[in-house]
């Protein structure tokens, strides 16, 4: 997420109660997550095992809760005991919770020639393109941007926050959900099945390509990054973080697990758990997924199970009996 204008370190320091150490020169342009921060960015990390990644990362500026690490370069800390805590104070100052009154927001752009149907909700700061046609019952969460010519069905779900919490275990609420203040960016030319999912970034957008076509039920969750032309059948659901390239192909039910690569051109058949990169331009199948020909031809050997079996145990006998005869010789 990205502030309404660049604020100053000792001014997020003030909000959030911290302690600055190191770099103080530059302005806080934004704030994101480790796996999406550029330069101008804080973050914040609360666990020994990542603060390497995130003091070697993009970010310019850190939350952290400890002093006993090396500052590098360029970088300010803001320490603070509970990091978490701190980030959620700067997501609710930047991205407040304002309850509906209406079914369509006053701050919502709407195209020419846009069509929306009865029952559809339109939240705050929304923008939708032109000639784009929202059937009955759509929701479309604030801060949402929906490019041209684009069909969502009824019953669909845009926008909602991110299935993503801080766990600890020495407190009563063990999982305490990292509120979202992302968006969704919804491209020309998309086409949404009935009641699908699409959840907002947890800072940075969830983005669906140009002339991506999805099915009904399709669940895609917080920064998933969608290519152009892609084509989703029904119950494709799509954890966090992962990225699917131009043209990917994924049939029903396909299950695709978080922060990896799904390259250019790849075909998934149905029902497949991915839980990998997979190479461009290849069909993959099967749970894990590996490339389909060589999943076929081990369904094809493990058919043939019980018929070697039948071999191995007529052999064993068959030498039993031969034993049994030259000990009577």
């Not at 103080?24 to 666990?47: M, Q, Y």
């Not at 699908?196 to 940075?204: F, Q």
């Not at 396909?254 to 331009?281: F, P, R, Y």
Request: with cysteine.
């Amino acid at each position: 997420m990205k502030f309404p204008s660049p604020v100053s370190v000792e001014w997020v320091a003030e909000l959030i109660n911290a302690e600055v150490i190191g770099d103080t020169s530059k302005e806080v342009l934004g704030i994101n997550e480790i796996h999406r921060v550029e330069a101008g960015d804080l973050c914040f990390v609360d666990h020994p095992k990542y603060y390497n990644k995130c003091l070697n990362s993009a970010a310019s500026f850190i939350i952290i809760n400890t002093k006993e690490v090396q500052i590098p370069g360029g970088k300010a800390l803001l320490f603070v005991e509970e990091p978490f805590e701190a980030y959620l104070k700067i997501a609710r100052h930047f991205r407040p919770f304002n309850a509906a009154t209406k079914a369509i927001s006053d701050t919502a752009i709407i195209g020419e020639g846009t069509v929306i149907m009865p029952n559809v909700f339109i939240g705050e700061h929304v923008v939708i393109g032109k000639n784009t046609i929202i059937h009955p019952n759509v929701t479309i969460n604030a801060y949402t941007h929906i490019g041209d010519n684009v069909v969502i069905q009824a019953g669909t779900v845009i926008g909602s926050d991110a299935f993503y919490y801080n766990t600890k275990k020495n407190r009563d609420v063990w999982f305490k959900r990292m509120e979202s203040c992302g968006h969704v960016v919804i491209e020309d030319w998309v086409e949404m099945g009935a009641s699908c999912t699409i959840d907002r970034g947890v800072t940075a957008d969830t983005r669906i390509g140009a002339g991506t076509k999805m099915d009904n039920q399709v669940h895609i969750a917080h920064d998933v990054v969608v290519g152009k032309n892609c084509l989703f059948a029904a119950q494709v659901a799509i954890a966090g973080g992962t990225t699917l390239k131009d043209g990917v192909t994924l049939w029903g039910q396909v299950g695709v697990s978080k922060t990896l690569t799904i390259n250019n051109n790849v075909t998934v058949l149905a029902q497949a758990g991915v839980g990998h990169d997979l190479e461009e331009g290849k069909v993959y199948w099967g749970s894990p997924a590996e490339e389909a020909l060589t999943k076929k031809r081990e369904l094809i050997w493990v058919k043939r199970i019980p018929e070697l079996w039948k071999k191995v145990m007529e052999g064993k006998r068959e030498n039993s009996k031969a034993q049994i005869q030259k000990k009577e010789e």
